[in-house]
Nanobody
Framework: QVQLTESGGGSVQAGGSLRLSCEASTSGPYISYMAWFRQAPGKEREGVAAISSTTGHTNYVDAVKDRFTISRDKPKKMIYLEMNSLKSEDTGMYYC??????????????????????WGQGTQVTVSS
């Protein structure tokens, strides 16, 4: 069982920055991949950034490349999402997700929500223009 707790959301003006945190509490399963997803009102949930717990390799959706950075602290079982140059279209609920799969997940699927089996409750990010 894995429990995820996000923090760090809030309201910011366009061009500003926010840092999201996610703490994973696990009673056993090894967390192989971690990711951030977001969902804007009336839109489908989309993968924003993912990181391999083992290698640290990262993947980003094109819309956030060069603006967002995902990172991890393995001993603390934390992941972070540093968001810079925020735009109004970044507004949404941001969710932390983890995968406990033991198989290799191709990079092309690491931003696919079906690859993740545990989810946090979400933290709201609002960017005003």
């Amino acid at each position: 069982q894995v429990q995820l707790t996000e923090s760090g959301g809030g309201s910011v003006q366009a061009g500003g920055s926010l840092r999201l945190s996610c703490e994973a509490s696990t009673s056993g399963p090894y967390i192989s991949y971690m990711a951030w997803f977001r969902q804007a009102p009336g839109k489908e949930r989309e993968g924003v950034a993912a990181i391999s717990s083992t290698t640290g390799h990262t993947n980003y959706v094109d819309a956030v490349k060069d603006r967002f950075t995902i990172s991890r602290d393995k001993p603390k079982k934390m992941i972070y999402l540093e968001m810079n140059s925020l735009k109004s279209e970044d507004t949404g609920m941001y969710y932390c997700a983890t995968s406990t799969t033991t198989r290799f997940v191709p990079e092309s699927r690491r931003l696919n929500s079906s690859e993740y089996d545990y989810w946090g409750q979400g933290t709201q990010v609002t960017v005003s223009s």
